[in-house]
C-alpha cells in the first residue's frame, strides 16, 4: 500500500497573512501620513515663527519712526515758540520806539499817520509770522503722519499681492 504523507496545513494560514499584510499595510498608511503631518507642522510652526519675528521688527521699525517723528514734529515746534517769541518781543520794541517817537509829534495828522504806519507794519508782520507758521504746522503734520502713511502703504503693497482663493 501506499503510503499517505499527511501534512497538517493550516486553514486559516491564508487569512492570518491577508489581515497580517493589511496591518502591515495601514501601518505603513499610518507612518506615512504621521510623516506628512509632521512635515506640515513643521511649516506651520517656521511660518508662525517667522510671522512672528516680522510682527516684531515691524513693530521696532514702526517706534523707531514714531520716535524720529516726534522729534522733528518737537524741533518745529520749537522753532513755532522760537518764532512767536521773537514776533512779541519785536513787537513791543516798536510800540516803544513809536511812543518815544509819538512823544515829540506836535501835529495830530503826524501822530495819525505815524499809528497807521505802525498798524501797516504790525499787520505785514503778523501776515509773514502767520505763514511760516502755517508752514512750520505743516511741517509738524507731516513729520506724525510719516510713519503712519509708510506703514499703510506696507500694508496695501502686502495686502495686494494676496490672490483670491
Known amino acids: 500500500m501506499a503510503t499517505k504523507k499527511t501534512t497538517s496545513t493550516d486553514p486559516f494560514a491564508p487569512v492570518r497573512e491577508t489581515v497580517l499584510e493589511a496591518v502591515n499595510t495601514a501601518k505603513a498608511q499610518q507612518e506615512k501620513i504621521a510623516s506628512a503631518a509632521q512635515v506640515e507642522a513643521d511649516k506651520v510652526r517656521a511660518a508662525a515663527v517667522d510671522g512672528f519675528e516680522q ?6 521699525e514702526n517706534f523707531e519712526a514714531a520716535v524720529a517723528a ?5 524741533g518745529d ?50 501776515q509773514a509770522m502767520a505763514k511760516e507758521t502755517v508752514t512750520l504746522y505743516q511741517s509738524v503734520a507731516k513729520d506724525l503722519f510719516t510713519p503712519f502713511q ?16
Open 55 to 60: 510682527a516684531v521688527t515691524a513693530y521696532r
Open 70 to 74: 516726534t522729534k522733528a514734529a518737537a
Open 77 to 126: 515746534l520749537s522753532k513755532i515758540e522760537e518764532l512767536t517769541r521773537a514776533q512779541a518781543t519785536e513787537l513791543a520794541e516798536d510800540r516803544v520806539a513809536v511812543i518815544f517817537k509819538a512823544m515829540s509829534i506836535t501835529d495830530p495828522s503826524e501822530l495819525m499817520k505815524l499809528q497807521a504806519d505802525l498798524i501797516a507794519a504790525e499787520q505785514k508782520k503778523a
Open 150 to 165: 509708510a506703514q499703510m502703504t506696507k500694508a496695501f503693497e502686502a495686502a495686494s499681492k494676496f490672490k483670491p482663493v
